[in-house]
């Protein structure tokens, strides 16, 4: 079979599949189930281009890895071709293990168990029908490789992974304070002392990377809306698991009745593989048969919170920089209970909170280095004359509550 193929990317142009390896990764079911989650979950309710996959962003960041790989060669870095097709399956398969919705529900279908974990796992399996071909990637993964700027290039403050979500994110929603330079950052990559850094040409591009990340998590990825979605379809599964658990028999195709009829955590999805087994065969449209399904359920609160979805219909979503009160939420949860005729034992399905934390840039840990002309090795916060920078570091957290819309608005009283 010929495997030099070429995939038309809307973001990058031609790219091309660099070796029959990478085909046969490409060409695995477990990778070809990534074209039915959507990258950004929710996301298309608030921006409706942004319907793009984790397939496409998989692919982009190979990508971006082809161009880090060739930038570092062609600087005297020494990597080997099996370095080079190992580092390239690491990347191209680091969210193979992304479930439905992607982050939105990644605790809720299996308790405890995060997606790397799960990438990990079938990593393994990908290894073993591969005959221990993938060995080297699995090993640069787990950051287990002498070699540690490898695994950086994988994974850390300045991966092709969120060069490309940054860029591919941007282009998809539309929202162009995403948009960065990062055909320059790549660029302007060397290794001194097994660590990847960053040439002093390139700081402020490295910068610009940094706000971006930031503005697009809180104009994007925790939109208040977004996030109040995201939650009505976690809350969406929790009333279906009670229902089941009560000798409910609701729709649901095999592989979502497998997760929805039992309670699975971490310790007993590790016991049994047939676990994972019917995960990889799990994706989005598992889920949005049954919520369209379970639109016309008998059940109330399961079909109007199902027909809000679809329908999109949300709950209105308030953000705080301080945690609601008590007092307040009690407020809100009367006024719902009041116009809805919701019962006390129910009004968490109408009435929620969530903490939202975001960090830009952790200077403690994993550091973005700056190669300065004199050959010293400094932190981006250090290097940088912007005010700001020290800022990204700063963890910042925000609160959101959600109720319906009918209730009108609850004006907030004081907070804590």
């Not at 070809?32 to 397939?55: C, D, E, N, W």
Request: proline share 2%.
């Amino acid at each position: 079979m010929n495997k030099n193929k070429i995939i038309n990317d809307p973001v990058y142009g031609f790219v091309a599949i660099p070796s029959g390896l990478v085909f046969d990764l490409v060409q695995h079911p477990y990778f070809q189930r990534l074209r039915y989650i959507k990258q950004v979950s929710m996301t298309h309710l608030v921006y409706p281009g942004a319907l793009h996959t984790r397939f496409q962003h998989a692919i982009g960041a190979m990508h971006l890895m082809s161009m880090a790989l060739e930038t570092l060669k062609s600087k005297g870095v020494r990597i080997s071709e099996e370095e080079e097709e190992a580092v390239l399956s690491a990347i191209l398969l680091h969210d193979i293990g992304h479930g439905p919705f992607s982050h939105s529900l990644e605790h809720s279908l299996i308790e405890g168990v995060s997606h790397e974990l799960l990438s990990s796992l079938l990593m393994d399996r990908i290894n073993s029908d591969l005959s221990g071909r993938l060995s080297l990637a699995i090993t640069i993964f787990n950051n287990k490789y002498q070699r540690k700027f490898l695994h950086q290039l994988v994974s850390s403050q300045l991966d092709v992974d969120r060069m490309d979500y940054l860029n591919r994110d941007s282009f998809f929603t539309g929202v162009s304070e995403g948009v960065i330079s990062f055909d320059r950052i790549i660029k302007m990559l060397h290794v001194v002392e097994d660590e990847i850094v960053v040439e002093y040409k390139a700081l402020y591009s490295v910068e610009k990377f940094l706000i971006a990340r930031r503005l697009m998590y809180w104009q994007v990825y925790l939109h208040k809306t977004v996030i109040g979605a995201e939650q009505l379809l976690i809350k969406i599964l929790q009333r279906a698991k009670y229902l089941t658990a009560a000798g409910d028999k609701l729709f649901a195709t095999p592989a979502f009745h497998w997760f929805l009829n039992q309670q699975i955590n971490k310790n007993n999805f590790l016991d049994d593989p047939l676990h994972l087994d019917w995960f990889t065969r799990l994706d989005d449209t598992d889920i949005m048969s049954a919520i369209k399904t379970w639109e016309h359920h008998e059940d109330h609160i399961l079909s109007e919170m199902c027909q809000r979805v679809m329908k999109r219909n949300l709950y209105r979503s308030i953000m705080s920089d301080k945690p609601f009160t008590t007092a307040y939420i009690d407020l809100v949860k009367a006024k719902v209970q009041e116009r809805m005729g919701v019962a006390q034992e129910d009004i968490h399905y109408y009435v929620f909170t969530q903490e939202i934390q975001n960090r830009a840039y952790n200077s403690s840990k994993d550091q973005i280095k700056i190669l300065l002309k004199s050959g010293e090795l400094v932190d981006i916060a250090g290097a940088s004359d912007l005010g700001n920078l020290e800022a990204l570091s700063k963890n910042v957290a925000k609160y959101a509550l959600c109720y319906p819309k009918e209730v009108g608005y609850v004006a907030i009283t004081s907070s804590k």
